[in-house]
């Protein structure tokens, strides 16, 4: 498993060469607002190097562990309107997600997840990008929340 930092940031289509030869293609994964990773993997299981196709089911949630193996715990918070009391209650999950080998992520940081297959038991969600990865996220996110 190799990962490669990139001094700028790619673009979908390029192609960069790994140490050990392997030519890796920075894929197009459909949304033009989430940039690709400063990095580079082999990982087959990455939405941005590898073959996995995300679904466009997108959440902004908050990591909050990291201690499974190419996998972390993520808080997703949302409010619910409850029309009788016409007032809002929050309402958290827990979501297991991948995170491919070119994304570091420490507890406290914001990402964005996108759903893809089941890829184990517990995880069918994938980490695509971090929030500072994000372009015009503000205009898109009205439209992907309605
Ligand atoms: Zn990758």
């Not at 060469?17 to 890796?24: A, D, F, R, Y």
């Not at 993997?41 to 909050?64: A, F, Q, Y």
């Amino acid at each position: 498993m190799t990962v490669v930092k990139l001094q700028s940031r790619p673009r979908a289509g390029d192609v960069v060469t790994l140490p050990n030869g392997k030519k890796v293609e920075v894929r197009d994964i459909g949304l033009p607002y989430v940039q690709p990773p400063l990095a580079v993997c082999d990982d087959p299981l990455c939405p941005w190097h590898g073959h996995l196709k995300i679904r466009l089911k997108l959440l902004e949630v908050t990591v909050e562990k990291v201690r499974m193996h190419k996998a972390a715990v993520v808080t997703h918070e949302w409010v619910h309107y409850i029309r009788k009391y016409n007032r809002y209650e929050r309402r958290r999950r827990r979501i297991k997600v991948r995170v491919p080998e070119c994304i570091e992520v420490k507890p406290g940081d914001k990402v964005i997840i996108a759903e893809t297959r089941p890829l184990s038991k517990t995880i069918s969600w994938v980490v695509i990008g971090k929030r500072e990865d994000l372009i015009a996220w503000k205009a898109k996110h009205e439209t992907l929340t309605a």
